[in-house]
């Protein structure tokens, strides 16, 4: 028989070395896409609307979508609740949206509720499902955002191709499109976990 014995303050100590080693890349990866969202921008000014810069914009915009995951990932989102409005919070996001994907239309009931709960974390939550509403929609697609103040939920619907095993994407790690890593959802059902907010799809 093997018995294992672990030094707990060791791991604890380990855990929270990686975590700021997590925190410390996170920080890091701010001036490289600082300096490429700046210099695109620049680019476009010389040469005009262009489909590949269109294409590395999109890219800069994922890989600030990732760097943002991450760190809601090591954050703990039950603590530090704020009382905001659910449709100012969304209308700025549908805002940014329809610049990145200007084929698809966005529609936002006008209902307003009010939320205590951590704001980031929740805008990270909206801007995850949103952002894949409009990534995983067809051409010329729809996004219909609605608010229900009686039964204080918001549903989020598009007219995408959709899911094939709905009871699996918020597994880490899963994934039905190439150019996703299964990891959106999963942080998506995390924070809803730690704030205790039912999601349903």
């Known amino acids: ?3 294992y014995f672990l030094r707990c303050d060791c791991v604890v100590l380990a855990l929270h070395l990686t975590r700021e080693f997590a925190r ?3 920080h890091d990866f701010n001036t490289p896409l600082s300096t490429l969202r700046l210099n ?4 476009k000014g010389d040469i005009g609307e262009n489909t590949k810069i269109e294409r590395i914009e999109q890219s800069i915009e ?3 979508s990732l760097q943002e ?3 809601s990932y090591l954050e703990q989102h039950a603590q530090n609740p704020e009382l905001f409005e659910l449709h100012t919070l969304l209308s700025s996001q549908v805002k940014q949206l ?3 994907y200007p084929n698809i239309s966005f529609e936002l009931e006008n209902n307003h509720l009010e939320l205590f709960c951590n704001p980031h974390a929740f805008a990270r939550i909206t801007d995850n499902l949103l952002t894949n509403a ?3 929609n067809k051409k010329e697609g729809k996004v219909h955002l609605r608010i229900d103040t009686i039964q204080k939920q918001l549903s989020i619907s598009d007219t995408g191709y959709g899911i094939r095993n709905p009871q699996k994407i918020f597994r880490r790690f899963y994934t039905e499109h190439a150019q996703g890593m299964g990891i959106g959802l999963y942080i998506v059902k995390k924070l809803c976990d730690e ?3 039912a999601i349903s799809v």
């Open 69 to 71: 995951n991450l760190r």
């Open 1 to 3: 028989m093997r018995v």
């Open 62 to 64: 994922t890989a600030l």
């Open 40 to 43: 695109v921008a620049m680019l």
């Open 195 to 197: 704030m205790d907010i």
């Open 98 to 100: 329809q610049k990145l």
């Open 134 to 136: 409009a990534k995983y």
């Open 24 to 26: 410390d890349i996170l």
